[in-house]
């Protein structure tokens, strides 16, 4: 099973529209991060947001974060197709980042 | 450009070969780190180094072979590989290798094994 886990996998939106996506992850965690990858190229690190944080905003990001419920979203404003890319979360776990598998976002001019 | 290049971007082998990955940081980091992207697969870590020395080895075979010269150089050696490990390798840096660090990524070589 993951340690972090992006819903949907993937999502595909008119140019304006807002994006969001999920990540929950299952052990305690003091900070969380989202990256960015276009295809067939390098991650790019987009936010962290620590645990004792329940919103971070980066331009058109918006990042939540709800220990409670071991979750976390990624909201993107109005979207660009620019912005078609895979967006990852990465908790740490065992002293290691972990991964999720991405949720591909798709924005059509 | 985020500082950390890789070389060569695009790499066919056949199991036989030798040949090794480039990675280097202009960043100043301390930690550098493989990972492997596969279809359908999660962002897997291979090798970490921290200060030159391996902190981790993720069960990775022997056939993947790191090297760390310098805090800013990072190579992995390939030999008699499997199509199976035909994939995106990416490099990574960071300041330190905690959890809590930003890490900033190469665009990878994609490897492709016959």
């Known amino acids: 099973s993951q340690q972090g886990e992006e819903d949907p996998q993937a999502l595909s939106i008119q140019e304006g529209e807002n994006a969001t996506m999920n990540c929950s992850y299952k052990?305690?965690?003091?900070?969380l991060q989202w990256y960015r990858q276009n295809s067939g190229r390098g991650l790019v690190h987009l936010i962290l947001?620590?645990?004792?944080?329940r919103e971070k905003h980066s331009g058109r990001l918006r990042v939540t974060l709800d220990t409670s419920k071991k979750s976390s979203s990624l909201l993107i404003t109005a979207s660009r197709a620019a912005d078609t890319a895979s967006y990852f979360c990465?908790?740490?776990?065992?002293?290691?980042?972990?991964f999720g598998q991405g949720t591909t976002l798709q924005v059509k001019p | 450009e985020t500082g950390v290049t890789q070389t060569p971007r695009h790499l066919v082998m056949g199991m036989t070969n030798k040949k090794s990955l480039k990675c280097e940081q202009h960043?100043?980091?301390?930690?550098m780190y493989w990972y492997k992207q596969s279809a359908k697969k999660p962002l897997e870590l291979m090798f970490v180094?921290?200060?030159?020395?391996?902190?981790e080895n993720n069960s990775v075979p022997s056939r993947f072979s790191p090297e760390c010269p310098n805090s800013s150089h990072l190579f992995l050696h390939l030999h008699t590989l499997q199509p199976e490990d035909s994939a995106l390798y990416l490099c990574?840096?960071?300041?330190?290798?905690?959890?809590?660090?930003?890490?900033?990524f190469g665009p990878g070589t994609r490897l492709l094994v016959l």
């Open positions: 947001i620590r645990s004792n944080e």
């Open positions: 990574a840096s960071s300041q330190e290798s905690t959890t809590q660090e930003t890490q900033y």
């Open positions: 990465a908790t740490p776990h065992t002293g290691k980042l972990i």
């Open positions: 180094y921290n200060f030159k020395e391996q902190t």
């Open positions: 052990t305690s965690i003091n900070n």
């Open positions: 960043l100043g980091h301390n930690a």
